[in-house]
């Protein structure tokens, strides 16, 4: 339909079709319609067949036994932190990484080299800037970016030291992160990673996600290329 100024308007009494068989069907159409980046995680995980077709779990039998899993503790969440998810997802990478032995390092670098890597860094002098409107803006890129643990680490860092300076002057929303993978598989990750961290937003903007999943040599340009000369911080581990 048109508006008052003749603008193209949506119609909410359109019928949508969809080919879904069931509620899980619909809900990874739904997500898929309007969510590039899962539609291309379930894609590279192959969630929807790992649930559906493969039927490796019956649903109505993994629910019940998380159910009774989780039943026996007691959840105080009084002294646990907002990024409670996050952690625990960091955490698991870096356990899979450890038992996948060398092949782990190709998308998890172990928190340990994250830390000295950053101690490069002066961040004290970026929250300075940032605090006194010297910098209005951070831009942190990573071109070997695996599931992106050097781009939440040093966010991480400069909030802190931000926020022990002057609390609550500085917000995320100053933040900007580029990272570029090669391997299917650990470039989801690293989604995963900058979701459950909400930064994802802040994330590869201005970058099809074609070119963010690929070979950091071959692709230079059209991924982590283009923002050449704008990048405040490079961090990575090849």
């Not at 039943?71 to 409670?84: A, C, E, G, Q, R």
Request: hydrophobic fraction near 40%; proline fraction near 3%; include cysteine.
């Amino acid at each position: 339909g048109k508006g008052s100024k003749g603008q193209e308007t949506l119609k909410f009494n359109q019928v949508y079709v969809t080919k879904a068989r069931n509620f899980i069907e619909l809900m990874f159409e739904i997500v898929s319609a309007f969510n590039p980046i899962m539609k291309h995680v379930f894609n590279t995980f192959e969630y929807e067949q790992l649930v559906l077709r493969k039927n490796i779990v019956p649903l109505s039998d993994f629910y019940k036994t998380c159910h009774e899993e989780l039943s026996k503790y007691d959840f105080n969440m009084k002294n646990i932190s907002t990024d409670m998810f996050s952690d625990i997802y960091m955490d698991l990478i870096g356990r899979f990484a450890s038992d996948s032995g060398k092949r782990g390092g190709e998308f998890f670098t172990p928190t340990p080299l994250v830390k000295n890597a950053w101690q490069f860094i002066d961040i004290k002098e970026y929250a300075k800037k940032l605090i006194s409107g010297q910098k209005t803006h951070i831009s942190i890129g990573d071109p070997t970016a695996g599931s992106n643990t050097f781009l939440i680490y040093g966010y991480d860092l400069i909030m802190a030291e931000c926020e022990q300076l002057k609390p609550g002057v500085v917000s995320k929303s100053v933040f900007s992160f580029y990272g570029q993978e090669l391997k299917a598989f650990q470039y989801c990750l690293g989604l995963i990673n900058m979701i459950f961290h909400n930064t994802i937003d802040a994330y590869n903007v201005g970058i099809d996600i074609p070119d963010q999943n690929a070979n950091v040599i071959s692709s230079y340009f059209n991924g982590i290329g283009k923002m050449k000369g704008q990048l405040d911080i490079v961090v990575a581990n090849p």
